[in-house]
């Protein structure tokens, strides 16, 4: 063991006896305790409280269950006592991988296929579709959203307060300043419907342990309890208080070191949720779930190797999350399970979990809960369907599909498609030229995304030997797992079958909803703010 991780245990050891002192008071010194303490574990009994936490953009390398070198304590114990779900698939990106999650069904099925929900564009989760704190809420479950939406807001009834939630603290698009809450000209942060202007100047972590305490210390224990948090970390803009970056002296590349603090900190607010949940009594209750919602973005710090790609990829790196549940119901702990899941399966599984009753007619997910409770059952899932995006645009990759343990990629497979070590650590040079197929995204023109598309089409193709007018890939992913060997030229029967299965996908298939941003939704109209109330027809 280090001398810093020796000092680190320490503290944490004699910090540990004073968190059942430490209230809600917003004083910096009581929070800088808590955001510091660790629970002690215990195991758990009857489960009744239920936690979601999805990590945004957070890489297979970017843990301490999968690397060592990222000091993620709480992360990794939850992960060792629960079950480590070790092929759980994602979308590529962010807002469809949490349509998905929210309403059990696969993204190309409502159009949101297509890279993000951007500011302005008049969209949003299909108003007809019922979302997964809907069917908890049935059930009496008090249920609560804190972190990023993402999902659209163009109008009031597409926001998470008229869509299930019981009450809603964070902001509704993606790429704002953690301690400003700006992003461009547009303020964003509220409270349900409120602005919250006093939220600037503290760090959004802060602020969501803040609120999630608050939550659990006042909620009435006669009811079931679902959180929904989607942190803002680890996303870009990358920020984070310098006393966790400092916690990475041998990480030489500063978006690395800036990010692998931002992953601390997030872990910080993980053992913040640990000691409340405790406090009230309900921890041994508890079925928590951690999942990211894509790989890792290795232009800002990410890092998902040994897998192939990264955010914005069909590749594994893009699509293979890190994940695990952690909960009394789980007899075998310290495992991982090898099963396959996709995202769109968390809406019936935890609805079985709560015995809520829900319609599955049109749903893609399955429920995995008792796959999940015997580790003995295979799981209920055979393919998983990576992304189906037949637009022109190539950015995020186009089609991909797995069937056991073979997985076709059909064309354009995204930016980021080769393999990354991590960068600047342990006195490594930093990988700045990742591949000619980068493309440089300006976050800040979102609304010229389109505009670099064809350009990074063109640079992946020059990168790599063409010798077809588009790109194929069949990898045995039971063999391959980081996608080496491409097998198309000698397994054409393989390669057939699963043609045929994406093409069954294609009978489904919704063009992607992606216009172009509306001038009325300048925050300038808003008294400087993004606001719904714009698109009243969607």
Same mark, same amino acid.
């Not at 041998?250 to 601390?264: A, L, P, Q, W, Y």
């Not at 699509?319 to 099963?339: D, L, Q």
């Not at 109209?525 to 993004?530: D, P, Q, T």
């Given at each position: 063991?280090?001398?810093?991780?020796?000092?680190?245990?320490?503290?944490?050891?004699?910090?540990?006896?004073?968190?059942?002192?430490?209230?809600?008071?917003?004083?910096?010194?009581?929070?800088?305790?808590?955001?510091?303490?660790?629970?002690?574990? &215990?195991?758990?009994?009857?489960?009744?409280?239920?936690?979601? *936490?999805?990590?945004?953009? =957070?890489?297979?390398?970017?843990?301490?269950?999968?690397?060592?070198?990222?000091?993620?304590?709480?992360?990794?114990?939850?992960?060792?006592?629960?079950?480590?779900?070790?092929?759980?698939? &994602?979308?590529?990106?962010?807002?469809?991988?949490?349509? =998905?999650?929210?309403?059990?069904?696969?993204?190309?099925?409502?159009?949101? +296929?297509?890279?993000?929900?951007?500011?302005?564009?008049?969209?949003?989760? !299909?108003? /007809? *579709?019922?979302?997964?704190?809907?069917?908890?809420?049935?059930?009496?479950?008090?249920?609560?959203?804190?972190?990023?939406?993402?999902?659209?807001?163009?109008?009031?009834?597409?926001?998470?307060?008229?869509?299930?939630?019981?009450?809603?603290?964070?902001?509704?698009?993606?790429?704002?300043?953690?301690?400003?809450?700006?992003?461009?000209?547009?303020?964003?942060?509220?409270?349900?419907?409120?602005?919250?202007?006093? =939220?600037?100047?503290?760090?959004?972590?802060?602020?969501?342990?803040?609120?999630?305490? +608050?939550?659990?210390?006042?909620?009435?224990?006669? /009811?079931?309890?679902?959180?929904?948090?989607?942190?803002?970390?680890?996303?870009?803009? @990358?920020? &984070? !208080?310098?006393?966790?970056? $400092?916690?990475?002296?041998?990480?030489?590349?500063? *978006?690395?070191?800036?990010?692998?603090?931002?992953?601390?900190?997030? $872990?910080?607010?993980?053992?913040?949720?640990?000691?409340?949940?405790?406090?009230?009594?309900?921890?041994?209750?508890?079925?928590?779930?951690?999942? =990211?919602?894509?790989?890792?973005?290795?232009?800002?710090?990410?890092? /998902?190797?040994?897998?192939?790609?990264?955010?914005?990829?069909?590749?594994?790196?893009?699509?293979?999350?890190?994940?695990?549940?952690?909960?009394?119901?789980?007899?075998?702990?310290?495992?991982?399970?090898?099963?396959?899941?996709?995202?769109?399966?968390?809406?019936?599984?935890?609805?079985?979990?709560?015995?809520?009753?829900?319609?599955?007619?049109?749903?893609?997910?399955?429920?995995?809960?008792?796959?999940?409770?015997?580790?003995?059952?295979?799981?209920?899932?055979?393919?998983?369907?990576?992304? @189906?995006?037949?637009?022109?645009?190539?950015?995020?990759?186009?089609?991909?599909?797995?069937?056991?343990?073979?997985?076709?990629?059909?064309?354009?497979?995204?930016?980021?498609?080769?393999?990354?070590?991590?960068?600047?650590?342990?006195?490594? +040079?930093?990988?700045?030229?990742?591949?000619?197929?980068?493309?440089?995204?300006?976050?800040?023109?979102?609304?010229?995304?389109?505009?670099?598309?064809?350009?990074?089409? +063109?640079?992946?193709?020059?990168?790599?030997?063409?010798?077809?007018?588009?790109?194929?890939?069949?990898?045995?992913?039971?063999?391959? !797992?980081?996608?080496?060997?491409? @097998?198309?030229?000698?397994? !054409?029967?393989?390669?057939?079958?699963?043609? $045929?299965?994406?093409?069954?996908?294609?009978?489904?298939?919704?063009?992607?909803?992606?216009?172009?941003?509306?001038?009325?939704?300048?925050?300038?109209?808003?008294?400087?703010?993004?606001?719904?109330?714009?698109?009243?027809?969607?």
């Amino acid at each position: 063991m280090s001398h810093a991780t020796g000092e680190r245990r320490a503290f944490r050891d004699s910090v540990e006896g004073k968190i059942s002192s430490i209230g809600i008071s917003k004083s910096s010194n009581d929070f800088e305790a808590l955001r510091h303490a660790r629970a002690r574990w &215990v195991e758990p009994d009857n489960p009744e409280e239920k936690s979601i *936490k999805p990590e945004s953009d =957070a890489g297979w390398n970017d843990v301490g269950f999968h690397n060592p070198a990222i000091r993620t304590p709480n992360l990794d114990h939850l992960a060792k006592e629960g079950v480590i779900l070790n092929q759980n698939y &994602v979308q590529p990106l962010c807002s469809p991988s949490r349509a =998905a999650l929210m309403t059990g069904t696969y993204p190309y099925r409502m159009g949101l +296929q297509h890279l993000v929900i951007v500011r302005g564009q008049r969209v949003c989760v !299909p108003l /007809n *579709k019922t979302l997964l704190p809907e069917i908890l809420k049935r059930k009496g479950y008090q249920t609560h959203m804190v972190g990023k939406w993402h999902l659209g807001f163009c109008d009031w009834k597409c926001t998470p307060t008229y869509r299930g939630f019981d009450s809603f603290y964070g902001y509704y698009s993606s790429l704002e300043d953690y301690y400003t809450k700006v992003y461009a000209t547009g303020f964003d942060f509220r409270d349900n419907k409120t602005l919250l202007r006093s =939220a600037n100047g503290t760090y959004s972590t802060y602020l969501y342990s803040r609120r999630i305490r +608050q939550i659990i210390d006042s909620h009435d224990t006669s /009811n079931p309890l679902f959180l929904y948090l989607p942190f803002q970390s680890v996303h870009e803009p @990358l920020e &984070v !208080p310098k006393n966790y970056s $400092d916690l990475y002296p041998e990480i030489t590349d500063e *978006k690395r070191k800036t990010f692998s603090g931002m992953v601390t900190a997030l $872990d910080d607010a993980v053992g913040d949720l640990i000691v409340s949940l405790k406090r009230k009594g309900i921890y041994n209750n508890t079925l928590l779930v951690f999942t =990211a919602d894509n790989g890792g973005w290795v232009t800002y710090g990410g890092n /998902n190797y040994p897998l192939r790609g990264g955010k914005f990829t069909v590749f594994e790196g893009g699509t293979r999350a890190v994940s695990f549940v952690h909960g009394p119901m789980f007899n075998k702990t310290g495992i991982k399970y090898e099963g396959l899941m996709h995202m769109v399966d968390w809406l019936p599984t935890l609805a079985e979990a709560a015995g809520a009753q829900y319609d599955g007619s049109d749903l893609d997910g399955v429920s995995q809960w008792q796959s999940l409770l015997s580790l003995a059952l295979p799981s209920q899932r055979q393919e998983v369907l990576y992304n @189906l995006d037949l637009r022109m645009d190539p950015v995020q990759g186009r089609a991909a599909i797995r069937y056991g343990d073979y997985k076709l990629v059909a064309g354009f497979p995204g930016l980021y498609p080769t393999w990354y070590p991590p960068p600047g650590a342990h006195g490594a +040079q930093a990988a700045k030229d990742l591949v000619k197929a980068e493309v440089s995204i300006d976050c800040d023109k979102e609304r010229n995304f389109t505009d670099i598309l064809d350009t990074a089409e +063109q640079a992946f193709r020059e990168s790599i030997d063409v010798t077809a007018p588009i790109f194929y890939y069949l990898f045995n992913l039971k063999d391959d !797992p980081e996608e080496r060997n491409n @097998l198309y030229d000698s397994h !054409p029967d393989i390669v057939k079958q699963l043609q $045929d299965r994406l093409d069954a996908h294609k009978k489904n298939y919704v063009p992607p909803n992606f216009p172009l941003p509306a001038p009325e939704a300048d925050p300038a109209k808003f008294g400087g703010a993004w606001s719904p109330g714009w698109c009243p027809d969607i």
